[in-house]
């Protein structure tokens, strides 16, 4: 019912900076939670950052401090601004969506970080 797309992804050097973003397919007015996970290989998938649709945050304590999330309600999107990237972050990160009763994920956009 909802897809989601991601973009930005890409290879960058440690220090470096990268925005990455997630458009859903069509507006959203009911509460909804929209944020980034992340998976590196071997690993599970674990949260990075969440905003909810009143603007409520919540960060991973990986990544405090050197991220930042935030949304466009008209667009129904959400961007998260990754700085000071450490070779650790290097994950395939994905977008996710969580309405009333359903859940949504994006297709995953990879993030290497050299070191």
């Known amino acids: 019912q909802v897809q989601l797309v991601e973009s930005g992804g890409g290879l960058v050097q440690a220090g470096g900076s990268l925005r990455l973003s997630c458009a859903a397919s069509?507006?959203?007015?009911?509460?909804?939670?929209m944020g980034w996970y992340r998976q590196a290989p071997g690993n599970e998938r674990e949260l990075v950052a969440t905003?909810?649709?009143?603007?409520?945050?919540n960060y991973a304590d990986s990544v405090k401090g050197r991220f930042t999330i935030s949304r466009d309600n008209a667009k129904n999107t959400v961007y998260l601004q990754m700085s000071s990237l450490e070779a650790e972050d290097t994950a395939v990160y994905y977008c996710?969506?969580?309405?009333?009763?359903?859940?949504?994920w994006g297709q995953g956009t990879q993030v290497t970080v050299s070191s």
């Open positions: 905003m909810d649709s009143s603007g409520s945050t």
């Open positions: 069509r507006r959203i007015f009911s509460f909804n939670v």
């Open positions: 996710n969506l969580r309405l009333l009763t359903s859940i949504y």
